[in-house]
């Protein structure tokens, strides 16, 4: 007789199939498409690279490249301002004992995840044309900033709450000063989770679209923004091109960032 | 226990008192540009507008006025009810909720199987669900769009196999939306329900089955109660971007389809250029989200209570 | 016994409405073992964390060699502490985490890591000097935080709780071993415990703590055999406490009656006369005797079976119970439910104390 397990029901793998098909569908099929020789989307028309030459050589390559190359900027300079914000306000969190204000700022650290996206786009745009900043790169960025915050902190305050502050009591027991503990054991053992932290808000960054469109004033694009202008005329086979591009870049951060958070985890003890 | 000294002073030393300096640059960033953003915009909804964006400084109720209220066409006539926008709120509702029973009703099983593989599988399934997620949103939604074209590679597979004879005509209609905030948001689903599984003992299953429950009666009296609060957080986690998308509908939606985000969107880059009602538009939709926000931290701090 | 290394002056220590040490007072000798022993919630780790540095204290004074070091922060303290659960650095190898203290004391990094080989030979982990913590088990863990701990030199070692983490027969093994090098080195060492099998084995001194107030200081055998009030011989080891009218009191010896008729002399730490007291019986000092030679009758109720030891239940005239430990010999004949038996008082049984 079979042994009744109760961890399984009929009919959850099918579903579980059905689910990672509909998830990967779209992209395979578009990665296929980007390497069809012919212009139409829609026939076969044989195997080949020319929509790859295309994004780098292409008449539109010129718009895409800044784009992309704004792109990076931001998401670097709003990645690496974001951790290294968000470090600062764990260590307050998570190191300070008990403030005043303690709660409020939890709240408004993760502020930004609970305002919907288009809300801070409306806001954002109404409060940068009040100042006076016309867009740019310089706006966008501030923006980005703000809200990749709360997205480096979640890492880096999780990380810290694993690490136990005995680890610093004894380094100072041992005669290290505040500072030789927050560097030489703090930040060592933090560092996982600051790196995964960047990669985070470097990714949220990239893949923002809303609130980038509202900000950025006329003639400045990040990668998005150009894709959508473009894929607003229809879908050509070089936005496939990119698309699997930006795919594979994806691929490469998930896993870097999945290794990198498994090691954090062996060196626990 | 003895090293957690009461009153809970066990944080070391070193910090203390220099939690406002290590905090200011948050404070600092979030607050004028979010805080002061959002405050300006809840005021902007009270100006009037100017022709081709901006506001006159001037105070009116006009932005909510035509968002409730319908004066006819010279505005002259006795208000009654306009039901154009909160139409729209509606559907957003709506659309956002069936894109979350999608979610749930594939989530959970979803969460059920990876969390009873065995720990390597489940780390292998778990990366399976949320690659596409870090995929940007934009491609994703252009994919989809792409897939489900009426000349699209699905279409071109069922009419070859003789499955169907016309095309489904999916895309620029609701469906399509729900598909796309399912295929935007459906790691937020897995992820809470996954974690609330995978905390569930199931000796609990055990004991049921040890007193007379079958497999769907257990499933229905212990497990779901059991891992109710990663269901709801899930939900939330869903619901409340999808209320708000924009390239969802945008992208794969059509007229029909019109959601919040589009309609505020429209307000500021489109050709209608009325930033008072955009901004009254986002407090209202805001307005929705906080509640619901609100709701949720009431009942999480209830079920910390009992 | 030398000079005094650690003096501790009216210690008091809040936490918010909450106090922990109550004016607090002793003295820790050079080259003593000394264990601060008490249930958890005593006082006793906040102590030793005043000692160190890590809570400031709210009152009193804290003398290393004379000098007061309450206002030092940790890292100007020459006092080390071997953690609870070690906190040995995960992201260093063995040899860095013994050469950290000295390497911020200032030493080059060649006489840091020949002292650092030296502490780690001491605790025989010479051959493990390039593992990380994580790969080592709990025991050698345990070693290695005690050789940094020692590696500095300390005056005063702390030791909170370091043994809780080990399981019982290693346990037994490095009590000694503890003890041997403490010894050894002759440093003053302060270890916190809440076993006080530990305490009694390890220990030159003992504090016994309770509700943030030091009970008793005194040798192991003084402290078991000698306890000051009710709250350390119902703390240290097994005994009964029972409710008795005191006839008198005189040069530290008591008469005292007992349930059932008769009367008992017995040491007390009480100078004064006080017309109720609590007699503290220790069960493995009393014997059955024919009634005729008894000291007290009692009737027999339960028994229970201990392997090494026989718990013998029984219940006094007037309804109070007590427990009789008896060695589980050949001859041991035990008494039926319900019948009356003789107990007879060895020499050190008994102690009166205050109700």
């Known amino acids: ?98 403030f005043k204000g303690k709660t409020a700022t939890f709240a408004l650290i993760n502020l930004p995840l609970m305002v919907p996206e288009v809300v801070t786009a409306v806001a954002s745009l109404i409060f940068f044309t009040a100042i006076g900043f016309s867009g740019g790169i310089g706006t966008i960025l501030l923006a980005h900033i703000t809200f990749c915050i709360p997205f480096a902190y979640l890492p880096i305050a999780a990380r ?43 990714i949220i960054s990239l893949d923002d679209f809303l609130i980038t469109n509202f900000v950025k004033g006329a003639g400045v694009e990040t990668l998005p923004t150009a894709i959508f202008g473009a894929v607003k005329q229809g879908i050509k086979p070089n936005i496939m091109a990119i698309s699997t591009l930006m795919l594979g870049v994806s691929v490469v951060f998930v896993t870097l960032s999945w290794l990198i958070g498994r090691s954090g985890q062996a060196k626990k003890p | ?44 909804s009270f100006l009037t507008k100017e022709f081709r964006g901006g506001v006159i400084w001037e105070f009116s109720l006009a932005a909510y006025d035509q968002f409730f209220l319908d004066r006819g066409l010279f505005g002259d006539e006795p208000p009654k009810i306009e039901w154009t926008y909160i139409t729209i709120f509606w559907r957003s509702i709506w659309q956002a909720g069936l894109a979350t029973i999608l979610c749930l009703l594939i989530g959970f099983p979803t969460a059920w199987f990876i969390a009873t593989r065995d720990a390597r599988m489940r780390t292998v399934w778990l990366l399976v669900v949320t690659v596409p997620y870090w995929v940007n949103l934009l491609i994703r939604t252009v994919s989809m769009k792409f897939l489900i074209r009426d000349e699209g590679p699905l279409n071109a597979m069922l009419l070859w196999s003789g499955l169907i004879d016309q095309p489904l005509g999916l895309i620029n209609t609701n469906l399509a939306v729900q598909l796309g905030l399912f295929y ?53 986690l869903v619901f409340v971007p999808s209320l708000g998308a924009f390239l969802a509908p945008d992208l ?55 | 016994m030398t000079g005094t290394v650690i003096n501790i002056d ?44 890590f809570e400031p204290v709210s009152g009193g004074q804290i003398r290393l060699h004379g000098e007061d070091i309450a206002p030092l922060p940790p890292f100007k303290r020459p006092v080390n502490t071997v953690f609870q659960h070690y906190a040995l650095f995960p992201h260093m190898t063995v040899l860095e985490n013994v050469m950290f203290g000295l390497q911020r004391l200032g030493w080059s990094v060649v006489d840091a890591e020949g002292r650092a080989k030296q502490a780690l030979e001491l605790v025989h982990l010479s051959q493990f000097l390039k593992r990380r913590p994580g790969q080592l088990s709990g025991g050698q863990q345990q070693r290695v935080a005690l050789a940094r701990a020692l590696a500095p030199e300390p005056k005063v070692l702390l030791l909170d709780e370091p043994l809780s983490a080990l399981d ?15 010894r050894e080195t002759g440093i003053a060492f302060v270890f916190v415990t809440h076993d006080q099998e530990e305490a009694l084995t390890m220990s030159d001194r003992i504090a016994v703590m309770s509700d943030g107030h030091v009970q008793q200081i005194g040798a192991p055998r003084e402290i078991y055999e000698a306890p000051a009030n009710r709250f350390v011989a119902d703390f240290i080891g097994e005994t009964n406490l029972i409710e008795v009218p005191v006839l008198g009191i005189s040069d530290g010896m008591a008469e005292v009656s007992l349930p059932g008729g008769g009367t008992l002399r017995c040491p007390t ?87």
């Not at chain 1, 390559?61 to 792109?71: G, L, T």
């Not at chain 1, 703090?186 to 990669?199: A, D």
């Not at chain 2, 619901?292 to 009942?299: D, E």
């Open chain 1, 1 to 98: 007789m079979k042994q009744l397990d109760l961890r399984r029901f009929p009919g959850f793998f099918a579903i579980t199939l059905l689910c990672v098909v509909v998830l990967y569908a779209p992209l395979m099929v578009v990665s296929v498409y980007s390497f069809n020789a012919s212009t139409s989307i829609t026939n076969w028309g044989g195997f080949s690279l020319d929509w790859y030459v295309d994004v780098f050589t292409g008449p539109e390559s010129p718009k895409f490249q800044r784009a992309a190359m704004n792109s990076l900027i931001i998401a670097v300079l709003a990645g690496l301002c974001a951790t290294l914000i968000a470090t600062s306000a764990a260590v307050a969190m998570h190191r300070a004992g008990r």
């Open chain 1, 160 to 202: 810290m709450q694993s690490v136990p502050d005995s680890y610093e009591q004894a380094a100072m027991d041992l005669y290290a000063t505040p500072w030789e503990a927050f560097r030489l054991i703090l930040l060592p053992l933090m560092m996982p989770g600051i790196f995964s932290g960047f990669l985070l808000a470097f």
């Open chain 2, 1 to 44: 226990m003895a090293a957690m000294a009461p009153g809970g002073a066990s944080s070391s030393e070193i910090y203390k008192g220099n939690a406002s300096r290590l905090l200011l640059p948050t404070w600092v960033v979030i607050g004028v540009f979010l805080l002061v953003p959002v405050a300006l915009m809840a005021t902007y």
């Open chain 2, 184 to 236: 935007s948001y459906l790691p937020f689903m897995v992820l809470p329900i996954y974690a609330a599984v995978e905390r569930y003992d199931f000796a609990l299953s055990e004991a049921a089955a040890d007193l007379y429950a079958g497999r769907w009666t257990t499933l229905r009296l212990v497990i779901l109660p059991v891992v109710k609060p990663g269901i709801i957080a899930g939900c939330i």
């Open chain 2, 252 to 306: 794969l939606g059509g007229a029909k389809s019109f959601m919040i985000g589009s309609l505020i969107e429209e307000q500021f880059k489109g050709a209608a250029g009325n930033w008072p009602f955009g901004a009254a538009a986002a407090m209202i939709l805001m307005t929705i989200v906080m509640i619901v926000l609100l709701v949720y931290a009431r009942s999480q701090t209830r079920e910390a209570k009992a």
């Open chain 3, 10 to 53: 009216r210690v008091v220590k809040r936490f918010g409405t909450f106090t922990a040490l109550h004016e607090v007072s002793l003295d820790i000798a050079e080259n003593e073992f000394f264990t601060l022993l008490g249930p958890s919630g005593c006082g006793k780790t906040t102590l030793l964390r005043c000692i160190a540095g």
């Open chain 3, 168 to 182: 019982l027969k290693l346990r037994q093994a490095v009590r000694m071993e503890l003890k041997q090098i403490q």
């Open chain 3, 269 to 355: 730490p009480l100078s004064r006369a006080v017309g109720q007291g609590i007699l503290s019986l220790r069960p493995e000092r009393i014997d059955l005797c024919p009634a005729s030679e008894a000291d007290l009758t009692v009737i027999a109720t339960d028994q229970v079976y201990l392997g090494t030891d026989i718990q013998l239940k029984a219940q006094l005239e007037g309804g109070q119970e007590m427990t009789i430990r008896l060695q589980n010999a050949e001859a041991t004949r035990l008494p039926e439910r319900g019948t009356q038996v003789g107990l007879r008082l060895e020499a050190g049984a008994a102690r009166l104390l205050s109700a």
